[in-house]
């Protein structure tokens, strides 16, 4: 069950968690003539294997079996709403367990966020897994 969700070559940065609801953001900002962000957003997320720094992301859903050493992750994923999504970046690959992901593409300046309630540069959605 591997399912392309989103594919990009740009550069994008773990950029801000919201605690309490769990959302995740990954960005490629506006640099080097891109005229908007590209925000990735993590829904409800548990767990994050994931290197800072990504030149070109891949983001799939994968099979939940593929984390073998943690108790508490599988214990989230054996809900029905949950996912185990592959993020693969150059040769390396990497796993974030949460819900959904959502994708956007926004004009926010560097210092504001796409996370919390308020929704802010969430209108032009790319991709989502759900």
Do not use: P, W
């Amino acid at each position: 069950m591997n399912k392309e969700i989103f594919k990009s070559e740009r550069y994008f940065t773990v950029f801000d968690y919201f605690i309490s609801h769990g959302q995740l953001l990954i960005r490629s900002d506006k640099r080097e003539g891109q005229s908007e962000n590209i925000d990735v957003i993590f829904f409800d997320t548990t767990f994050v294997q994931l290197f800072t720094m990504l030149h070109g992301l891949t983001i799939s859903i994968v099979k939940k079996d593929l984390i073998d050493n943690y108790d508490s992750v599988n214990k989230y994923l054996s809900h029905d709403n949950s996912n185990l999504f592959e993020l693969k970046s150059g040769r390396e690959t990497y796993y974030i367990a949460a819900s959904f992901v959502k994708v956007f593409e926004n004009d926010l300046d560097f210092n504001e966020t796409s996370l919390g309630m308020v929704y802010k540069g969430r209108d032009k959605e790319i991709a989502g897994s759900c």
